[in-house]
């Protein structure tokens, strides 16, 4: 297993047009998150999933913002009319919970968005 | 809610000396975990080292230790021998300790370190 990858590492794109990132977990991982980190910040926690099911949404999403894990495997996050303040760092992570707890959360490289 | 606060947001150290990266932390919870990542510049983030709440012991590995300081909320990072491959970003984070909530992490700002040859 290489990791968690994330696609694209970068994108620029148009305000107004929409985007989609795809984040692939570590195979055996059921917890997946997503990440906003902006320039000069920490991560901000988006949005958790659970196998497939979308347990928590932070205040930080808007409606614009829609996360999707289908089947349980990889993620999409898609931002709808993009503005310049989405232009962030996304970072998407994975870790496993079974009885004995959480292990560790590991992280993508991230998919750089500027929004011009 | 939990805050994370790194108020040191660079620091510089000499190559084979020590430094002190700094964290505080609130939380009314009694079982959470701390954690300091790092982030490479254009690389993803690793974490250094973890720490749960109801241990005493500061977590230790390699070169990297902690002092925990439960009743002062306090959780530095102590780097010895710094290495040129220890420059980054640090971010302290902290995590809820029971299984079955939301395991998200809350970060702080972080601390861009600098390695001096």
């Known amino acids: 297993d290489t990791g968690v990858s994330q696609d694209p590492r970068h994108k620029i794109t148009k305000r107004g047009q929409n985007v989609t990132f795809r984040c692939d977990p570590i195979s055996e991982h059921n917890r997946l998150y997503w990440y906003r980190q902006t320039l000069g910040q920490g991560p901000e926690f988006l949005t958790y999933?659970?196998?497939?099911?979308?347990?928590?949404k932070s205040r930080l999403l808007s409606d614009r913002f829609s996360a999707e894990r289908p089947k349980g495997s990889f993620s999409t996050l898609e931002i709808q009319r993009t503005e310049q303040g989405d232009s962030a760092m996304y970072l998407c992570?994975?870790?496993?919970?079974?009885?004995?707890?959480?292990?560790?959360?590991?992280f993508g490289q991230g998919t750089r968005l500027t929004v011009v | 809610a939990q805050t994370v606060t790194q108020s040191q947001p660079e620091m510089s150290v000499q190559e084979a000396e020590t430094v002190t990266l700094s964290c505080t932390y609130d939380t009314s919870e009694s079982d959470y975990y701390l954690f300091w990542y790092k982030q490479p510049p254009s690389r993803q983030m690793i974490l250094v080292i973890r720490?749960?709440?109801?241990?005493?012991q500061n977590a230790t590995e390699n070169r990297f230790s902690v002092n925990f300081q439960k009743a002062a909320k306090s959780f530095s990072l102590k780097i010895s021998d710094s290495q040129l491959g220890d420059a980054a970003m640090y971010f302290c984070?902290?995590?809820?300790?029971?299984?079955?909530?939301?395991?998200?992490?809350?970060f702080g700002k972080g601390i861009t370190l600098s390695v001096r040859p």
């Open positions: 720490q749960e709440a109801y241990k005493q």
């Open positions: 984070a902290y995590r809820r300790g029971f299984t079955g909530a939301n395991s998200k992490l809350t």
């Open positions: 992570a994975s870790s496993q919970r079974s009885g004995q707890g959480n292990s560790e959360a590991f």
């Open positions: 999933f659970q196998n497939e099911a979308q347990l928590e």
